[in-house]
C-alpha cells in the first residue's frame, strides 16, 4: 500500500509540473497575442491617421481672386469656389509684390502704427463672419504704380465648419485694371 501511495503522489507531482509548465506556456502565449493585437492597433490607427489626413487634403477648398478698381479704391476679391462653407478665412498677402491691404478697413488687421497691412479676415459688418460657396468677399488694398497685367499671390487659412483647418491655400489674383474706353 505504502508503494501504491507513493505512486499516486508521483504522478501527482508529474501532473502538476506539467498543469505549471502548460500554464506557463499558456500566458506566454497569451502576452505574445496581446502584443501582436496592439500592434495591430496601432498600425491601424496610423492607417486611419493617414486616410483622415487624405481625405481633409481632397476637401482643400479652392479660391479664387482677382484685384479690381470699380470704384475707389482698388479692392482683393476672394470668391470661395468649392462647395463647402468656410465658417472663416483668413488671407495674407505676402509683402514685395506692391500691394497691401488698406489699414483699418473692415475686415483688416493692422498692427499699431503700421503703414501697410498684411492680413485680413472675412467678414460682415467688421465682425468675422463665414464664407458660403460661390460668396465673394472683398477688402480695399492699396497698389503701387506700374503693376499693370501683373498677378500676385496670396495665402489663405481656411477654418471649415467642423474644426477643419487648411494652410496655405494659393490664390492668383490678377490685377484688372479699369476699362478707360468708356
Known sequence: MVGASLVV???????????VVYARQAAVAADRSAKAAE??????????AIEAARRLEE????????IMKIRRPYELWVTLESDERLSWLEVWIPPGQGVSFRPNAEGVETPPGADAAWCAFSHTG????GMDPRDTMTWPVEIKRGLNNRTIQIEATCHGEHNEVWESVLIEAP?????RST
Not at 14 to 19: C, H, K, Q, R, T
Open 9 to 19: 503522489s508521483l504522478v501527482s507531482v508529474l501532473v502538476a509540473i506539467a498543469s
Open 126 to 129: 467688421g465682425e468675422p463672419d
Open 59 to 66: 476637401r482643400r477648398p479652392r479660391l479664387s481672386g482677382k
Open 39 to 48: 500592434k495591430s492597433a496601432q498600425v491601424a490607427k496610423g492607417s486611419l
Open 175 to 179: 490685377i484688372v485694371l479699369p476699362d
